[in-house]
């Protein structure tokens, strides 16, 4: 059975600390993908990140950078210098992949990160 | 990215009614779309399959005759709850993909039934 788990609920940081968001994952399929969305006190569903399991290339885009390790089945995100703005609900899902490439996916719990001035 | 809109984005009415919750794509075709429900400071189930043109899928444990749902054109799904109560207040979101780039979320709707 598919699974991801976020083991950190809650996580309070200073701002400008950098700070690293853990997800580990389960699933018997050689072929997935796994996101990351922030959700802010709105609701919505921001789109950060998608990664298929045949690219480990770890991957930066400004303050943001992932580590994809399939060995450890984990997918972690590192938040540099954070800022105030960053504080939000992130999950980390994982999905096989449709028949017609649609992406059903599997949320973990989510960790609540709340950057203090 | 693309864009999946939802309406509406909050909503109250009174227990027995139904509500109707729109999910459209706006800048692509979505054959599939899924329909997620989030209690408050839990994480993102996904509770139905919306196909075009055929039956949606339930995850186990959700009442298609509660949930309704159609997915009548290739840019709208709608999600009815039928005799809504107040256990079924929560955020409802939907989502769609328009290619391999990745699932993009609707705004959601916050359902309170009272």
């Known amino acids: 059975a598919q699974k991801v788990t976020q083991a950190q609920t809650e996580i309070s940081v200073v701002e400008k600390e950098d700070v690293t968001l853990d997800c580990v994952y389960e699933?018997?399929?050689?072929?997935?993908?796994l996101f990351w969305y922030k959700q802010p006190p709105s609701g919505e569903l921001v789109f950060l990140i998608r990664r298929n399991s045949f690219d480990e290339q770890n991957e930066i885009s400004g303050r943001y950078s992932w580590n994809f390790q399939k060995s450890t089945s984990s997918f972690n995100f590192t938040i540099t210098a954070s800022q105030v703005v960053d504080s939000a609900v992130y999950f980390c899902?994982?999905?096989?992949?449709?028949?017609?490439?649609?992406?059903?996916?599997?949320f973990g719990s989510g960790t609540r990160l709340l950057v203090r001035p | 990215g693309a864009v999946v809109s939802q309406h509406p984005s909050r909503v109250i009415c009174k227990s027995g009614t139904s509500v109707k919750i729109e999910c459209r794509s706006l800048d692509f075709q979505a054959t599939t779309m899924f329909w997620y429900r989030q209690f408050p400071k839990q994480s993102l189930m996904l509770m139905a399959t919306?196909?075009?043109?055929?039956?949606?899928?339930?995850e186990q444990g959700v009442e298609k005759d509660k949930f309704l749902i159609n997915h009548a054109s290739l840019t709208l799904s709608t999600l009815t709850v039928t005799s809504a109560h107040p256990e079924d207040s929560s955020f409802y979101i939907c989502?769609?993909?328009?290619?391999?780039?990745?699932?993009?979320f609707g705004q959601g709707t916050r359902l309170t039934v009272v």
């Open positions: 699933t018997r399929d050689t072929t997935y993908y």
């Open positions: 899902a994982l999905s096989d992949p449709g028949g017609d490439s649609s992406y059903k996916l599997i």
């Open positions: 919306s196909n075009e043109g055929s039956k949606a899928t339930y």
């Open positions: 989502s769609a993909t328009p290619d391999v780039s990745g699932a993009f």
